[in-house]
């Protein structure tokens, strides 16, 4: 017999040591997330993937399923805070849709456009960032770094270089490269690399491929987040 | 039967590029129903200078100077419910770049430095506003009721709201008019 949760009331199969964000997208099922990707352990940050687990609240992408728990995520409270940890993200940084390469094909803008949000609301932080262009080939914006790590572990875990880290603590948080003069350019970052490629946002993105994709046609113009399986992270059907 | 009375709306721009004003034009033939419903106030259209008591009021850009400020208050003051349109009034938008950037440099390199300028100078009319260090987004001044988001919001966008706004229903946009750029 295969073990069972219910999300919602509806029937979730799972395998043992898998996390309810896990068997979710295996059975199709769109927690909303930033900071979790299937191919990397989980970071557990962005805690817009909290759910109600039998009572308590907990992060999907961290907490594992259990035979009979009763899980609930599409709930009004839920989402309500979900859209304010989203508008949070936005004023902590300076993220200017309309001056973004990366807009349209952004998981913090479309996870925004899922959850409904219509204006940041909070005060704007208009944080001073510092942005490095040294790099040949890779532009590193930390305006829009949302520090969800996943450059972080791709680094770390694919490529095997380790070239990004997070500096300082709370509101000083930022992201760092592990370079003596800390600039990209003197790192063995390639632009083949899988962490040049996994920023959720535009944070770090590839050079001379801006605007590339007429607005329209990128790709949540037209489909909700929930529908659209991120590149790289189709999620695992299972049979 | 006496006509039912049209909605009084006034519109605006502050630090915006008036790409909303444009797009509000996009409804194009559309612009007649819309007259038909509502009367526009102070707003670029009219070219009245200020605005009595009105239904709507809807707000373009963000606030970068202290005439900015005097005129969103003047909205305010007038309009039972008043709108953010756009990307600047909702976020500061492109101006707010501007906010990590010393405004006397900022200065220089528009007016002394700028390429193609001979003998550039700063302006320094009293008549001109008084700028500000910083761009705000207009609900960190005055409450603001409704965001409509977009660089600039779509045609479409603007009809749909200000016609479920005229209905007296609550706006609502669908997927494809939700957009942030």
């Known amino acids: 017999m295969t073990k069972t949760f219910t999300l919602d009331g509806k029937v979730i199969p799972f395998e043992e040591g898998e996390t309810i964000m896990e ?42 399923a259990a035979e009979d728990m009763a899980v609930e995520s599409e709930t009004e409270a839920l989402n309500a805070d979900r859209r304010a940890l989203t508008q ?20 913090l803008q479309a996870v925004a456009y899922h959850l409904g949000m219509l204006t940041p609301h909070f005060t704007h932080f208009y944080p001073a960032r510092d942005v490095d262009a040294s790099h040949p080939d890779v532009l590193l914006e ?3 770094c949302i520090l969800c790590e996943l450059c972080v572990r791709a680094s770390r875990d694919v490529d095997g270089k380790n070239v990004f880290g997070i500096g300082g603590r709370g509101i000083k948080a930022r992201l760092i490269v592990n370079s003596a003069s800390g600039r990209l350019a003197d790192t063995n970052l ?10 959720p946002t535009g944070a770090i993105i590839r050079k001379r491929h801006g605007f590339t994709v007429p607005i329209g046609k990128r790709l949540y113009d037209h489909h909700d987040i929930a529908e659209v399986p991120v590149a790289g992270m189709e999620r695992p059907k299972r049979d | 039967m006496t006509e039912p009375k049209k909605l009084k709306v006034a519109t605006c721009s502050l630090a915006g590029c008036f790409g909303c004003h444009m797009s509000l034009l996009d409804i194009d033939e559309k612009l007649f129903e819309l007259v038909k419903v509502v009367e526009f106030d102070r707003s ?13 009021g809807i707000v373009e850009g963000g606030v970068c100077n202290a005439e900015n400020v005097h005129v969103l208050k003047e909205f305010r003051r007038n309009c039972r419910i008043l709108v ?37 100078q700063i302006p320094n009319d009293p ?10 987004p207009i609900n960190e001044v005055v409450r603001i009721d409704y965001f409509l988001p ?32």
């Open chain 2, 44 to 56: 670029p259209i009219t070219d009245i200078k200020h605005c009595g008591p009105c239904d709507i």
């Open chain 2, 150 to 181: 977009g660089c600039p919001p779509p045609a479409d966008a603007i009809w749909k709201f200000l016609t479920d706004l005229a209905a007296g229903r609550e706006p609502k946009l669908d997927y494809d008019m939700l957009h942030y750029d």
């Open chain 1, 88 to 107: 949070m993200l936005f004023v902590e940084g300076n993220h200017v849709c309309p001056s973004c390469e990366k807009s349209g094909n952004c998981q």
């Open chain 1, 23 to 64: 068997a979710a997208a295996a059975a199709g099922v769109y927690i909303p997330h930033l900071c979790h990707h299937p191919e990397f352990k989980p970071h557990g940050s962005c805690k817009l993937c909290t759910v109600n687990i039998g009572g308590r609240l907990g992060a999907a992408c961290t907490n594992r």
């Open chain 2, 84 to 120: 953010a349109m756009g990307a600047c009034a909702i976020t500061g938008g492109i101006p707010a770049w501007r906010n990590n950037v010393d405004l006397w440099d900022c200065f220089q390199e528009v007016y002394s430095y700028g390429i193609g300028l001979e003998n550039g």
């Open chain 1, 190 to 199: 390639s632009v083949t690399d899988r962490a040049a490629e996994v920023c």
């Open chain 1, 142 to 144: 930390r305006n829009r």
């Open chain 2, 127 to 136: 008549e001109l506003p008084l700028p500000f260090d910083k761009v705000h």
